[in-house]
């Protein structure tokens, strides 16, 4: 399992707010999947921008990223940062594992 932090950034040009919000609606309930399956650890939006932050743990992050009814509405796009655990805390260590 590898683990990596996703910024996710809008496009310039969002669609009308109507069809914005049922992408936000889908996405929340896609990344309530990987929070039920312990995949995800946190996500929330960014402050001042539209997008957000997620770190997740997965074997294909391309797959997990092109699922997200935002990047499929092209909505959003994923900076993706893969890294290796060095310390955390305690409480932390299972999600890890």
Not at 72 to 95: P, V
């Amino acid at each position: 399992m590898k683990y990596y932090m996703l910024e996710g950034s809008f496009v310039e040009e969002l669609p009308e707010q109507s069809k914005l919000k049922k992408a936000i609606d889908a996405h929340l309930e896609y990344l309530q999947i990987g929070f039920n399956d312990g995949s995800i650890l946190v996500s929330g939006p960014k402050v001042g921008a539209g997008g957000g932050i997620i770190v997740v743990k997965c074997d294909d992050i391309e797959k997990f990223c092109n699922d997200d009814p935002l990047v499929e509405a092209g909505i959003q796009k994923y900076r993706i940062i893969e890294f290796k655990l060095h310390n955390c805390q305690d409480y932390l260590k299972s999600w890890f594992k």
